[in-house]
């Protein structure tokens, strides 16, 4: 999945992640940090690879905001 | 249970009729054989549906066939068979199915609906009660555009022999003026009545048991009502209804047969959030799914607004959107604008993802 | 109606088009290849149209990004044997059952009375093997560093005794080594993104420096994906050779610890041969000895068999070492198509013949 999913439950090493309303499980395995309810993860054959949180894309949109000021500047 | 025996003892022996009600019973062979059992069965079916006749002859004669006495203009016909599965989903059912999938076909083509005929053919076993639920969703389509069930046929298979219930319909209806599929000429505006991909995100989350929080319901609907208001604005060039293989199989083959492109932009085609997030879960295109109450309709480009209008007029076309037009370059194919203002083709798709979906 | 409240979305009109036009202005001048190894990179760039944004010049090619498609006939074959010959319920993932072998797919083997069932996960199969203790279950673990932690975990957590995995996972930064070996015209790698966010954006320093050539870790959304291209044409404007990390909510420059220490405990690195491409030293995954006893090669003694060409017109290889795009094969869309397919790119999910045929992609529309 290239979409990060929602956790909405935690059950030991797995978790109940949420696309669109739509459910499903996730094992935690090769998380090495807790997830909770509200953060998002990045799934890949029924296993998360990445925790993410929404403020992480914030930061994403300031890096492409960064690129396209500094050419609009001419300063790129 | 042995034929025909059950269903009763004779009337007044006892002083009353110890006669089990149909509904309590299944279908069994002697149903479709043409005898009494047969007639009581469809007595009691005829009942569910307001308007039986379209002309001299109707349903209540059960005579070989029946008559219609058309209203003027060009008679439409045309024919289905109904295989979805499962039969009931949420947000309708195979009759519901059947009667708008056919109201649907006639009101594409600029038909307004007259008259229906209708074919089951049952398993052996079908619980009656089913059946009459199914006809009651058929018949409240029928009631609500007005049209008539003139004649039908009932067939029953054994056991194991067919899947449950199959319908096979005739619309018949009259235009003033045909509408076909293959009248887009290059500045046309395309439009699109409501959201797209309902139908088939329904029936495949039904059928897969997949749990999904806030039902995704089928659209299903007669659209004669919306089609209406359309046609009585006028500048309607094409008209098609997106059911097997969505809007990307409707516009494309709009597209081949008018031999113009079409262009249509990602960010006006209107999909549900639930069926957009499912879908990209089963990696499976909205696009591609299939829509029962849903028009695709070419209008020139002067009328479009006040058909849009029109449209939203209607609860069903609350979310009538003009997605694009057609184009004189790329004859044949439909040019897809994303999101991002990138550039793809939008491919006829192999096949309906779903199977058994109407 | 199409508004999406999901905070990931970065597909907003208005920065992509500034992005298109700061890649416009970014224009090299001159023709530019660039290469990715992700199916979702290029289903990213296929859906979103993304090549019709980039400037004059500046063309993109799917390299070896599709693990199903450069999987080795020999693979294929023992995993039909084991189906055919050793009774095993074989399970593997869904695009995987057309892939052609020798002789049999998968499918054609099931159709033959074969037990063979799709798999989202290697847990489903290990779920499988707890569900029928008295077969031999056989998982075939295709794919790259995402999917290889899967199964290390699996592998690590104590699976069921009737329960084995046919190990055929393999390794993207010896791709893109034998890649520029083979593809001198190559001027920048769009490193995968959830690879990378197992094996971190250092795994590609030594690559970039010993072929002074530039790597960007790109995410998926079309956002994501423009901006990377454009680091990268920036880094070539400006002589640079570095490796950027486009992608810094999902990818670390360590990576995933955890998921490569499981990984590590799991698999040793072995030579691999790649379809299409032949043997990569040191480019793929076997089990370590002391978990052998799930390792169904050593467990079922079957013989690989002999791999075979692609039927003749069929230009996989080409396509799958970036040398040319799907719409350069006759066959495309006409002898080849997913009803029909003649080589593995367009059985493939992340195939580039299977994603420019879903998509309608040309190379620039």
Known sequence: MAVPLKVVAVEGNEATVDLGGVRSRARLDLLGEEVKPGDYVLVHTGFAIRRLDPADAEETLKLFDELLSASDDGGD | ?358 | MTAVTDPFRLRDPARAEKLARTLRRLAPGRAVKLVHVCGTHEAAIAEHGLRSLLPEGVEVYEGPGCPVCVTSTADINVAVKLALEKDVVLCTFGDMLRVPGSELTLEEARAQGADVRVVLSAADAVRIARENPRKEVVFFAVGFETTAPATAAVLLGSPPHNFSVLCSHKLIPPALEALLRENTAVEGFLAPGHVSVIIGADAYRELARKHRIPVVVGGFEPLDVLYAVALLLKQLRDGRAEVENAYPRAVRPEGNPKAKELMGRAFEVVDAVWRGIGTIPASGLGIREELSRFDARRRFGVEAGVGMEEPPGCRCPEVIMAKAVPTDCPLFGTACTPLSPVGPCMVGAEGACAIWYKYGERPRL
């Open chain 2, 1 to 358: 249970m042995p034929s025909g025996t059950s269903t009763g003892s004779v009337p007044g022996s006892k002083g009353r009729s110890m006669r089990k009600p149909l509904s309590e019973e299944k279908i069994t062979a002697l149903h479709g054989a043409g005898g009494e059992l047969m007639n009581r069965l469809v007595a009691e079916l005829r009942e569910l549906f307001p308007l039986r006749a379209a002309g001299e002859v109707g349903l209540d004669d059960l005579d070989d066939g029946a008559s219609l006495s058309l209203p003027q203009g060009e008679v439409v016909v045309t024919t289905d068979s109904h295989v979805v599965k499962p039969l009931s989903f949420p947000g309708g059912d195979i009759g519901k199915l059947a009667a708008s999938g056919t109201v649907n076909d006639l009101a594409v083509m600029g038909a307004r609906p007259v008259a229906m005929t209708l074919g089951l053919i049952i398993e052996e076993g079908f619980p009656i009660s089913e059946l009459k639920k199914f006809l009651s969703s058929l018949a409240e389509v029928l009631r609500e555009v007005g049209a008539a069930l003139v004649t039908g046929d009932t067939k029953v298979m054994g056991k194991g022999e067919m899947d449950g219930l199959v319908m096979n319909t005739t619309g018949i209806g009259v235009a003033e003026r045909i509408i076909r599929d293959s009248g887009l000429r290059p500045g046309d505006k395309i439009i699109i009545t409501g959201p797209v991909g309902d139908h088939g995100m329904a029936v495949l989350a039904a059928r897969e048991g997949i749990p999904v929080e806030g039902e995704i319901k089928s659209d299903v609907s007669p659209i004669w009502p919306l089609v209406e208001r359309a046609l009585s604005i006028g500048g309607v060039t094409a008209m098609k209804d997106p059911t097997r293989g969505g809007l990307a199989a409707a516009l494309n083959e709009m597209a081949r047969k008018s031999g113009v492109g079409i262009t249509v932009r990602e960010e006006e085609i209107p999909v549900r959030p639930e069926v957009r997030g499912l879908a990209e879960l089963l990696g499976i295109s909205p696009l591609n799914l299939a829509c029962e109450g849903r028009a695709v309709i070419g209008v020139s480009p002067d009328r479009a607004e006040a058909v849009i209008s029109a449209l939203r007029e209607h609860p069903l076309g609350r979310d009538a959107r003009i997605i694009g037009e057609a184009i004189p370059e790329h004859r044949g194919k439909v040019v897809l604008e994303t999101r991002v203002g990138g550039r793809r083709y939008l491919e006829m798709p192999l096949g309906d993802p779903v199977p058994r979906i109407c």
